[in-house]
DNA sequence: CTGAAAGCGCTAACAT
DNA sequence: ATGTTAGCGCTTTCAG
């Protein structure tokens, strides 16, 4: 179980640690002899230097800390894995955290990383998707920032110049009742999401503004905010199929909800899309395993990563980095829509 | 972005870094007087301590690392989700890595856990997972932990005796299959899974076996393994469908291609239950939120999880350990399966 | 109650 | 080509 150190080769080789760290960094020219002489040795011992004391000197970890709400939700594990791939080309890893929306644990998060000095920090959902974020909660984030590089992603800060990498959420909605409307759709509800959330409040006032453009009249009581599960899209459209006036078509916060307003749908008897078309967010896997197949906007939740990824990696090597990426979603047209009944 | 060190403190408080230290530590009484004056500095700078440092003096990091091929598949989030519960109670925090199966990287991982000096390594998939491992790659484990404590979950490897957090997917697989045939099934297929890995092995042998206990014959034609993914079981439901004589009810190797082969059946215009009986394996929570709601064997991830990180701790604090902690799995009855037809 | 100093494992001048 | 040595930031004896 004892650890070697850089010394008991040094020792068993009968040179100096210099010249063992050389012959680990190749950082200057050793004679080739010693050189086999201490290899060997490094494989018979399996020898692996200690990348703390690695770290002490250099400054840098390697580690990039990944903060996020819901790692069982697969829009986060698609970024994670789009952030994964990116990173392998500097090297990085990543120190994973899964925060449940819970504001305290993102400050201990927060905080560990900064112990931990990683070199930078991916923050994802929770208080950066606040619509009234607690200035306390925005001044902790600034806070780190200073000493370590931070970007958001899908998300902002109010009065702080973060840098961010979104998806138009807007746009994308826009796109998605658009969708409807060209069907023929007039009566169109959202469900999910939660009122103090950006996502939802972008959401919902894409999806009222489009309808009013296009001439139609927007009904409050189609508009059921609540979470972002399945269990949520289930209940909230349970609730609409119970109303006397039910929409013929609906958008949802996010695919976990369009799957859970399917289910609901498909108990009380009604067919999706024949007599109610649903349209998601975000295009998970999921979503074309579905039955019927989803039709979404596309996040491009992987693409999400990557970007993040490279904006963080200009921000460690201080480079000039733009305040604000925005990535287009992308309508995705598969069986859960249709034209309205007659 | 200057990190400010101990040495800041202790200079402006006039005081030495080992008071600091203490009064970070509270190992030893300091004056109140002095202890405010340290603590208010401390608030002031918003001084963390350098894990670093304190790591490569304590030899203790607080990190476990957690290798797994393939976040995106919501049962390895889930037991990942269990096992952050657990190491909350003792402080410790992950480092992940997605190996997609491939030992390269796994290699790597390990390597790279191994540098930064993890507290212990949680093990799932890839090659613990393989019916006939490459001695190589099970010596390199075995190197791995002398150094520092491994267990592996749901896997093994051969001639070794490193702790193992298993469920028993015999039993799980005999459940199922029992069940298809207490609902009077007689012709009963297996998809999805790889041959190489001992996960579809094991199940495909419980699946032979419990048959030919219950006096059915196998039908070889019917056990059609490919792999885990959802595409997968839809494939392979697919090219049982086509088959002249085809299977009434079938096992699949997982929630995921279960999910997948509803979808074929659907595809080809046929009803679950009703022509056809399905379940799955694993449980994840989407199981009950498909059409129709998913017949499984629930793993308990989430309890998989919690287990494996009590055996790691065990192993940390080198108390005696069980070699193999095995949890029992149970049969979910929902919707997708019934009595076969007439 | 507090300070001085050694040392954790490694790298990077600076010598030789 | 190789050795010596001074840190990196922190904890921990050992003395006062």
Same mark, same amino acid.
């Given at each position: 179980?004892?650890?070697?150190?850089?010394?008991?080769?040094?020792?068993?080789?009968?040179?100096?640690?210099?010249?063992?760290?050389?012959?680990?960094?190749?950082? !200057?020219?050793?004679?080739?002899?010693?050189?086999?002489?201490? +290899?060997?040795?490094?494989?018979?011992?399996?020898?692996?230097?200690?990348?703390? !004391?690695?770290?002490?000197?250099?400054?840098?970890?390697?580690?990039?800390?990944?903060?996020?709400?819901?790692?069982?939700?697969?829009?986060?594990?698609?970024?994670?894995?789009?952030?994964?791939?990116?990173?392998? +080309?500097?090297?990085?890893?990543?120190?994973?955290?899964?925060?449940?929306?819970?504001?305290? &644990?993102?400050?201990?998060?927060?905080?560990?990383?900064?112990?931990?000095?990683?070199?930078?920090?991916?923050?994802?959902?929770?208080?950066?998707?606040?619509?009234?974020?607690?200035?306390?909660?925005?001044?902790?984030?600034?806070?780190?920032? &200073?000493?370590?590089?931070?970007?958001?992603?899908?998300?902002?800060?109010?009065?702080?110049?973060?840098?961010?990498?979104?998806?138009?959420?807007?746009?994308?909605?826009?796109? !998605?009742?658009?969708?409807?409307?060209?069907?023929?759709?007039?009566?169109?509800?959202?469900?999910?999401?939660?009122?103090?959330?950006?996502?939802?409040?972008?959401?919902?006032?894409?999806?009222?503004?489009?309808?009013?453009? +296009?001439?139609?009249?927007?009904?409050?009581?189609?508009?059921?905010?609540?979470?972002?599960?399945?269990?949520?899209?289930?209940?909230?459209?349970? &609730?609409?199929?119970?109303?006397?006036?039910?929409?013929?078509?609906?958008?949802?916060?996010?695919?976990?909800?369009?799957?859970?307003?399917?289910?609901?749908?498909?108990?009380?008897?009604?067919?999706?899309?024949?007599?109610?078309?649903?349209?998601?967010?975000?295009?998970?896997?999921?979503?074309?395993?579905?039955?019927?197949?989803?039709?979404?906007?596309?996040?491009?939740?992987?693409?999400?990563?990557?970007?993040?990824?490279?904006?963080?990696?200009?921000?460690?090597?201080?480079?000039?980095?733009? &305040?604000?990426?925005?990535?287009?979603?992308?309508?995705?047209?598969?069986?859960?829509?249709?034209?309205?009944?007659?």
């Amino acid at each position: 179980m004892k650890q070697i150190t850089i010394y008991d080769i040094a020792d068993e080789a009968k040179v100096s640690v210099a010249t063992v760290s050389r012959v680990l960094n190749g950082t !200057a020219p050793v004679k080739v002899s010693t050189r086999a002489k201490i +290899e060997a040795l490094i494989h018979k011992y399996q020898f692996q230097p200690n990348a703390l !004391a690695r770290s002490l000197l250099s400054k840098e970890t390697g580690i990039i800390g990944f903060i996020q709400p819901d790692i069982t939700n697969p829009f986060f594990p698609e970024v994670f894995t789009g952030a994964e791939q990116e990173a392998r +080309e500097s090297g990085h890893t990543f120190f994973l955290s899964n925060t449940i929306g819970d504001y305290s &644990k993102e400050s201990e998060y927060l905080n560990i990383m900064q112990e931990k000095r990683v070199d930078g920090i991916i923050f994802l959902g929770g208080r950066i998707n606040l619509k009234d974020c607690d200035p306390c909660l925005v001044q902790e984030v600034v806070e780190h920032a &200073k000493k370590i590089p931070i970007v958001l992603v899908n998300g902002n800060l109010r009065n702080t110049d973060l840098p961010r990498v979104v998806t138009d959420e807007y746009a994308g909605t826009v796109l !998605a009742v658009r969708h409807l409307i060209e069907l023929g759709h007039t009566q169109i509800g959202f469900i999910g999401g939660q009122c103090q959330t950006t996502t939802t409040s972008i959401k919902i006032r894409a999806f009222r503004k489009t309808l009013r453009d +296009e001439g139609l009249q927007v009904k409050e009581d189609w508009i059921l905010p609540d979470h972002f599960s399945m269990d949520s899209g289930r209940q909230q459209m349970q &609730k609409l199929l119970a109303m006397s006036e039910k929409p013929t078509a609906v958008c949802c916060v996010n695919d976990y909800t369009a799957i859970g307003a399917i289910k609901a749908v498909v108990e009380n008897g009604l067919k999706v899309p024949d007599d109610i078309s649903i349209v998601g967010f975000d295009d998970i896997q999921l979503a074309h395993h579905v039955i019927p197949e989803l039709t979404t906007v596309s996040q491009q939740a992987y693409e999400l990563g990557r970007t993040a990824v490279k904006v963080l990696r200009q921000l460690m090597n201080k480079g000039k980095v733009k &305040k604000l990426t925005t990535l287009e979603p992308q309508l995705v047209i598969r069986q859960s829509t249709a034209a309205p009944r007659r």
